[in-house]
């Protein structure tokens, strides 16, 4: 056998990175969603932007497939900054004082609830039905946080997605609120049997409680639509030169598809008035309103222009019936200005993924999209390991980041960064 196991977790095993690629096509087999998808972008109706020059030496892969590098999460945490680019580690941001580093210090290492939301590299149980783990993605955006009442008391905004919750006011002043945040929206409802060997009280911290979400004011459904394109120049060149010229791209050509861009902050008041106004917005923006914002690094630098497109659950088709991408996140890589067009047409407009493009994706609920590769590789788990010792694929512990192979795994965008926790094996962990 090829097979070692982690002592710190027995039921956890990591894989050599010769083994990545039958294990994407695993998870792609094993995986039951069908997505309606085309596999080329259609080349642009109208003009476009020029496609930047890259940094010298930071070259784009145009190699390697695309379908399976989205690291897998359970819910993605967009924090509102206002600002377009940050700091290496968003931790890092304001002397450490940000939202990113508080939930960190609840999910990361030594956290309260790090037993459940620990993050694997690459493991062997990262199917849908059989994940023990519930990986939590946190990431800057450029939106700006909403507006309180008070304007004296300091708050900031989150969007909880695929949960699709925007969470407008998180005082800045108490840690209760980000304990809220974290038991009410972000831990799991229901734990996986790996977790059988904790006490009952532990169990019992360890999940959701809706009454804490309570606790937090004036949450409420995302009906926007949203266009997160990683802008992350402080982290790397080639996402830093190509998220402006997309951002701008999006902009220009989402209201030829019948879509209000919006910029300012989400209105998030009890005035009736308001909200009568941001009805009538709405209202007057045709199909609906769409909010393009720069992002920090979600995986896979080589792969820029990196973009994730967030359907709201509500969002309707041309046909008037539900959109069938309506709850799901859609990630793209390799996108360029000419792609636009195509993507707004028939991702946006036409409910298809564009093969070529396609990173992967999430449904509301968490679960994890792949398009299919019929590869005739057996689905079930156990036969899957006795595959993989036939083909002489060596198990080995987990790699630290700052590795030739953790490095590798991180610029694949197979490890995001910005899942907690970081490697354990890891003297300073990072997003």
């Known amino acids: 056998m090829f097979l070692r196991p982690i002592t710190r977790s027995p039921s956890t095993w990591r894989l050599h990175r010769s083994a990545i690629p039958p294990l994407r096509r695993y998870i792609s087999t094993h995986l039951k969603p069908s997505l309606p ?29 695309l379908n399976g590098t989205m690291a897998a999460y359970a819910e993605q945490v967009l924090i509102c900054t206002g600002k377009d680019d940050w700091m290496s580690r968003i931790e890092d941001e304001n002397a450490g004082d940000n939202l990113a580093a508080d939930i960190k210090e609840l999910l990361g290492r030594g956290g309260v609830y790090r037993d459940v939301c620990i993050s694997p590299v690459l493991t062997l149980d990262c199917a849908n039905d059989w994940q023990p783990y519930h990986n939590i993605s946190v990431i800057n955006s450029s939106f700006q946080s909403s507006v309180p009442e008070r304007r004296e008391i300091q708050t900031t905004s989150a969007y909880i997605l695929p949960s699709f919750k925007y969470v407008p006011f998180l005082p ?76 701008e791209e999006f902009e220009r050509q989402l209201p030829g598809q019948g879509y209000q861009v919006l910029k300012g902050p989400v209105e998030s008041s009890p005035n009736r008035d308001e909200l009568l106004l941001e009805d009538a917005k709405r209202e007057q923006a045709g199909k609906g309103i769409a909010r393009v914002g720069l992002i920090s690094h979600i995986g896979g630098h080589k792969f820029a222009g990196n973009v994730i497109l967030y ?23 390799r996108v360029e200005p000419r792609h636009v067009d195509g993507i707004l047409k ?15 994706g999430i449904r509301q609920g968490g679960e994890i999209l792949r398009l299919p590769e019929d590869l005739g590789i057996d689905s079930t788990p156990v036969r899957y390991l006795q595959q993989l010792r036939f083909r002489n694929l060596e198990l080995l512990p987990v790699y630290p980041r700052r590795s030739a192979e953790g490095q590798a795994a991180v610029e694949e965008g197979l490890w995001s960064e910005s899942i907690f926790p970081t490697n354990q094996d890891e003297a300073e962990p990072s997003f």
């Open 37 to 65: 998808s085309i596999p080329t972008c259609p080349s642009p109706t109208c003009s476009c932007a020029p496609t930047p020059s890259m940094p010298e030496g930071l070259e784009i892969d145009h190699e390697k497939s």
């Open 172 to 247: 800045r002043v108490s840690f209760d609120s980000v304990q809220a945040l974290v038991k009410g929206y972000l831990l799991p409802k229901k734990l996986h049997p790996a977790h059988d060997n904790l006490s009952p009280i532990h169990r019992d911290r360890l999940l959701r409680s809706e009454s804490q979400g309570s606790f937090l004011y004036g949450v409420q459904d995302v009906e926007d639509m949203l266009v997160l394109i990683c802008g992350h120049g402080g982290r790397d060149g080639r996402c830093g030169v190509m998220g402006p010229v997309l951002r």
């Open 311 to 333: 359907f709201p659950p509500g969002l309707k088709g041309e046909d008037g019936k539900r959109h069938a991408l309506a709850g799901c996140g859609i990630w793209y890589g």
């Open 346 to 360: 028939e991702t946006l407009g036409n409910g298809r993924v564009v093969e070529e493009l396609f990173r992967g």
